[in-house]
């Protein structure tokens, strides 16, 4: 017998079929590592011409009568107004009603009724934000706010822009908020209807409290992509270009998205001063920071209750 | 102690009498304001698609042809919306090309290769946290790379369709990596050690076994980052797309356009809806629209058709 005639490199396969291995282990490690580019492109592109502009700016004109960039009037505080108040708006119109799109599909909805509701709430997901900006400036505003607001501007406003911003994000809140409900273990509801409390007592002392933190993430989410949202506020806001600072949310406004895309606009290219074209990058950052810190602590708050369950 | 006995079952009897009587009016008033403000939500879907419908009656029962087929004109009664159908065409072809392979290996690489180490934990974080990123600073990525970037410029030949459907790309990237890996991890363990047991290479297996069972869920994630970039106006607003009037209108195999000034849907949508011509802001930006979710709409439900035939196959 000769069985100890093969030599052990046979049984390793052949040396091509080796390489092919390795080959495609740095094709695809390579492709992992484009995503850290990204994020070094995204801060590099950000961060040299906001550092520029800081520099060079006139730091009082941040804080003028209003957003002139091609004049040189940069006053931030315009911006930041109006980027609250349609936060603002857009949560209480997403908040209580995706919650309870929520609550419904996963306390109450039986498995039929769910699997045409969900879908549904997922079309409306799909819907992009052109198409709620201008719902929002034509029917919101015309039909809604004008009726019960006669002051407000009727070229668009920081309400309608807000209840615009809401419908898109009720999705995203129900998404989220449904997740953290049904992670929620059933021995808990199991356990409250045991002990003799009704299904709105477990509800909302036993099942609520215990997704507390993925509630809170959804909340967290869902403002941060409000204030990331920029076209139902360019096209229902009311401001093109510029805005004179206003507190009234029935006034025209311009958020610091809307006023990014709206240097861009109009003349089909970021033109103007060396300073409104730096303007761009230093709202843009600000931006960045903001919703980044919102996504990171909402991350956070979703693996912890991750952790519990 | 002879009389406590009835007395009790007698108390017992009718509280749950009285249990019985009693409805429990909060809970039901409670149950019927979540299922109000679902049917809120749903009833705003509809509200929405009968506006867009209603206010672009005119165009899309008068003359849908012409408008399909006609260019960005002064006037509003010939303008048409080609030039946009063609770059969002575009956009999503570059998006389907870069994006795609792209993030489906960077999910295999997350999920079959990567050791656990701070690296790709890192390499994790970052994906979630570039999700989370505003499209409007994707953006300015796109108008300092792609747009006026170094060298890259040239390629790209300034605001073109090919620096947009790479920015889309850099945006949709995140999404698409995020649901390939999800699908990836869902394959059965079994499967890769009955790949490896007759013999199999790791790349032999992830090609013949793992993205075959993984194929739908990846696919979801896909046709999902597709209508998003069909749809997303404000990257290509910094990039600077044509928001007036375009004179070239290249025939649709023409691929020398891509380097060309262009507009979109989303664009062209944006610039008319804020016009003060009733003709363009209320009309033809409806019809637009119209045309735009229709698309958006199909590539979403045949995600969630595809997603939901795939979860009941695995579970039945």
């Known amino acids: 017998m ?11 396969g052949s040396p091509r079929r080796q390489q092919r291995e390795k080959r495609v282990q740095a094709v695809v490690f390579s492709a992992a590592l484009v995503s850290i580019l990204l994020s070094v492109m995204i801060v590099g592109s950000l961060g040299f011409e906001a550092i520029r502009y800081i520099t060079e700016v006139d730091l009082s004109r941040l804080w003028d009568r209003g957003w002139f960039p091609r004049n040189g009037v940069f006053d931030l505080k315009t911006l930041i107004v109006a980027t609250l108040w ?13 919650l309870s799109a929520a609550i419904y599909l996963s306390e109450y909805a039986s498995v039929r009724a769910r699997k045409v509701l969900k879908p549904v709430l997922e079309v409306l997901a799909g819907i992009p934000s052109v198409v709620l900006g201008f719902f929002a400036l034509r029917f919101i505003n015309p039909n809604l706010v004008e009726s019960w607001l006669e002051n407000a501007n009727s070229s668009g406003n920081m309400i309608s822009a807000g209840i615009g911003v809401g419908i898109l994000t009720i999705p995203l809140v129900a998404s989220i908020s449904e997740d953290a409900l049904s992670s929620v273990p059933n021995a808990l509801r199991e356990a409250s209807a045991g002990i003799g409390a009704r299904k709105l007592t477990t509800t909302t002392s036993i099942v609520l409290p215990a997704a507390i933190s993925g509630l809170v993430a959804a909340f967290i989410v869902a403002t941060s992509r409000a204030i990331g949202e920029t076209m139902v506020v360019f096209i229902a806001g009311g401001a093109a270009d510029t805005a004179l600072f ?12 809307a006023a ?19 303007s761009l990058f230093f709202v843009g950052s600000i931006l960045f920071l903001v919703t980044m810190g919102l996504n990171v602590l909402a991350d956070r708050l979703v693996r912890k209750y991750r952790l519990e369950y | 102690m002879a009389v406590a006995t009835p007395t009790t079952v007698r108390d017992t009897a009718s509280i749950a009498e009285s249990l019985r009587r009693k409805r429990d009016v909060k809970g039901v008033a409670f149950q019927a304001m979540m299922f109000l403000s679902l049917v809120i939500t749903l009833g705003v879907l509809v509200v929405l698609l009968f506006t867009v419908i209603s206010d672009g009656w005119p165009v899309l029962s008068q003359r849908l042809g012409g408008f399909l087929t006609s260019t960005l004109r002064p006037d509003a009664v010939d303008a048409g919306v080609v030039q946009g159908l063609k770059g969002t065409f575009y956009l999503c072809a570059i998006v389907a090309i870069v994006a795609f392979p792209l993030g489906i290996a960077a999910a295999i690489y997350m999920e079959e290769y990567a050791p656990q180490n701070w690296l790709t934990s890192f390499i994790q974080l970052n994906i979630r946290n570039l999700a989370g990123v505003p499209s409007v600073v994707y953006g300015i990525l796109g108008l300092t790379i792609f747009v006026k970037g170094w060298g890259i410029s040239s390629i790209t030949g300034g605001s073109s369709p090919l620096a947009g459907g790479l920015t889309l790309s850099a945006l949709v990237l995140p999404v698409v990596i995020i649901t ?9 363990q079994a499967l890769r050690e ?10 032999e297996v992830i090609k013949d076994h793992i993205l075959p069972y993984a194929a739908p869920g990846i696919l979801t994630g896909t046709l999902l980052s597709i209508a998003r970039a069909a ?26 356009q891509v380097q060309d000034r262009f507009t979109a849907m989303p664009t062209l949508i944006t610039s008319w809806a804020v016009q003060p011509d009733t003709g363009f802001s209320v009309e033809n930006a409806a019809a637009a629209i119209v045309i735009l979710i229709f698309f958006v709409i199909l590539l979403n439900s045949a995600a969630i058709m595809l997603r939901n035939r795939f979860e009941s196959k695995r579970s039945g």
């Open chain 2, 180 to 188: 390939a890996q999800e699908a990836i991890r869902a394959t059965p």
């Open chain 1, 246 to 257: 206003a507190s009234n949310p029935a006034d025209q406004g311009l958020t610091m998205t």
């Open chain 1, 2 to 12: 000769t069985a100890t005639n093969w030599d052990i490199t046979e049984l390793q």
């Open chain 2, 231 to 256: 749809g997303e106006a404000a990257p290509l607003l910094l990039i600077g797309t044509i928001s007036g009037i375009i004179t070239r209108s290249a025939p649709w195999y023409d691929v020398t």
């Open chain 2, 194 to 203: 009955a790949g490896f047991g007759v013999g199999a290479t790791k790349w």
């Open chain 1, 86 to 98: 349609v936060t603002l708006i857009a949560m209480v119109v997403a908040v209580p009603l995706g």
């Open chain 1, 260 to 278: 990014m895309a709206s240097l861009a606009a109009g003349s089909d290219e970021v033109v103007g001063s060396g300073l409104a074209y730096g």
